[in-house]
């Protein structure tokens, strides 16, 4: 048998910050509660869920992450009219659908990050700042000649 959630879909409001946060910079929730969850930076999964969410496919970074905070805390799918998804074995998934449609996504990340708060878990001590992140861009060396 699953248990409740002790953070509602609808109960954002509890948290007002935690609230702006998830619709105004939902990317830096994901991060945070990402990086709880599997570890890793922050800043590296903000960028990844935001990069997703401009082709609306953010429910296939964060679904895993709600599957395992319900898996690891026992918990029920919610919204209850996307529990029954991918029941049948289809391509359905509960946990990719409630991160995809728009504004449940929003208010599912704020669930999955006031869940955390409410299990123990509070913010993470990563520091999002641009020189953390590895941007991939090499410098060519100071100077460089040719020899035959």
Not at 117 to 142: L, R, V, Y
Request: charge should be negative.
């Amino acid at each position: 048998m699953s248990d409740a959630w002790k953070q509602e879909l609808l109960g954002c409001l509890e948290d007002p910050m935690v609230c702006l946060a998830g619709f105004c910079g939902a990317g830096m929730l994901y991060g945070e509660t990402a990086e709880k969850v599997h570890g890793g930076r922050a800043v590296d999964w903000c960028v990844k869920y935001t990069l997703y969410s401009m082709i609306c496919l953010c429910g296939v970074v964060s679904g895993p992450t709600r599957k395992a905070i319900r898996e690891k805390y026992g918990l029920a799918s919610a919204p209850q009219c996307f529990s029954s998804c991918g029941a049948d074995g289809g391509f359905c998934n509960p946990d990719c659908t409630t991160g995809t449609v728009p504004y449940v996504q929003n208010l599912a990340l704020i669930q999955e990050y006031r869940e955390l708060e409410k299990q123990g878990q509070t913010w993470s001590s990563a520091k999002i700042s641009p020189m953390d992140f590895d941007w991939g861009i090499n410098t060519a060396p100071g100077s460089q000649s040719m020899s035959k």
